[in-house]
């Protein structure tokens, strides 16, 4: 079968990772993605060197592309990106606010020469805001939206998510954003604008500690491995080991309290007999539970769990993800030879994403100027 995307073309003038994670999923789904690059490439290419010499940022969301530097700066390159355009479905592109604008290649003018094109402009914080022209990153944009504030422990102060969930959040909210383009295209035969910021999909994240805040009046606790809304839900210590457990109805709470647990005066507790009260004592109730699971045995307490058909969870070092029995990776190629990443989680008719190769930098930039040049030269 076909890929979905399938003869879509897509041009990226992309860096770093909000960006590539978008045209990563439509390369993935079968687009073909032509990745312009500055003559050093793109600066995630420089961010470390463990997979196999390469970055693993740049290897993990740059595959299926096809890579072409380019100086945006040289009328000729110009009007090679001009002739990419006009021939493709969708422009992504996440330069510092009013670059492409300043180089004729802005959305609102492309918009006008091609109404079939798709645009996608991210930025770090939305277009007519105070904020629009600041320089943001990941991080500045966790701290900035709140998010910093909320995570840790209460001993630990604000602390950074250990991924770059900004710009990954980003990067699919604009995936799915172009396949509702695309989407709509094929009813109305017109393209799209999109605009998306950093900012905005942190803040889109933030709305229950937003909503808990504005309205209940109450500045989310920082509870580390707890969930802030719902308990039980959090780590126990075991006789030798830790266990994270997880109730998410009253008839679970009652399961645990009474067949795991094997404690009736527990269930029966009124200070625990709704998730609103049990998060109200939450001290209280995870202090009992903990007394009833100090001496017993991650063996004994997991077997109980899966009999009870209550979720729960080992906390996991990265070390452990790795040869974890739940994870499949798959290779993929690049110049040094092939390297195994995370496979993306969609599984499609029984199949996972095809792999294809990492480019390295200008690798298909001679195939590209000999497809587009002499078009952009009839054109000029």
């Not at 993935?28 to 003559?39: N, T, V």
């Not at 996991?316 to 040094?336: C, F, K, R």
Request: net charge negative.
């Amino acid at each position: 079968m076909a890929d979905a995307l399938e003869g879509i073309l897509v041009v990226a003038l992309e860096q770093a990772v909000a960006a590539p994670i978008a045209s990563c999923r439509l390369a993935d789904a079968g687009a073909r993605i032509i990745k312009l690059e500055r003559a050093e490439g793109d600066f995630s290419r420089g961010y470390d060197d463990y997979a196999e010499g390469l970055s693993s940022y740049f290897v993990w969301i740059n595959r299926g592309k096809e890579s072409c530097r380019v100086d945006l700066k040289d009328p000729n390159d110009l009007a090679l990106v001009e002739t990419m355009l006009s021939e493709a479905d969708v422009f992504i592109q996440n330069l510092a606010p009013g670059a492409t604008g300043r180089l004729g290649i802005g959305s609102a003018e492309l918009r006008q020469r091609y109404p079939k094109l798709i645009t996608c402009d991210i930025s770090g914080y939305a277009p007519g805001t105070p904020h629009y022209n600041r320089k943001a990153y990941d991080l500045l944009i966790q701290a900035e939206a709140g998010l910093s504030a909320i995570t840790g422990s209460e001993s630990s102060g604000p602390m950074r998510i250990g991924v770059s969930i900004a710009d990954i959040a980003t990067g699919n909210a604009a995936y799915a954003a172009i396949l509702e383009a695309l989407l709509r295209r094929a009813r109305t035969g017109q393209g799209s604008q999109i605009q998306l910021s950093l900012f905005d999909t942190i803040a889109d994240l933030m709305n229950v500690p937003y909503l808990t805040r504005r309205y209940g009046g109450i500045e989310p606790p920082k509870l580390g491995l707890a969930h802030p809304s719902i308990a039980p839900y959090g780590v126990f210590r075991l006789a030798d080991a830790e266990v994270l457990l997880a109730v998410q109805s009253e008839p679970e709470w009652r399961i645990l309290a009474r067949d795991v647990l094997r404690d009736d005066a527990l269930a029966d507790d009124p200070r625990f007999a709704s998730n609103v009260l049990r998060v109200r004592n939450r001290a209280a109730l995870d202090a009992a539970i903990q007394v009833i699971l100090a001496p017993r045995s991650f063996a004994e307490t997991t077997a109980a769990l899966d009999r009870a058909r209550i979720a729960y969870g080992t906390v996991s070092h990265v070390g452990d993800l790795i040869s974890h029995p739940a994870a499949t990776a798959l290779p993929v190629e690049t110049q040094n030879g092939p390297v195994e990443v995370l496979a993306p989680p969609a599984i499609v008719d029984g199949k996972r994403t095809v792999m294809r190769r990492v480019p390295a930098l200008g690798e298909h930039e001679a195939a590209l100027r000999r497809e587009f040049a002499p078009k952009a030269a009839r054109t000029a």
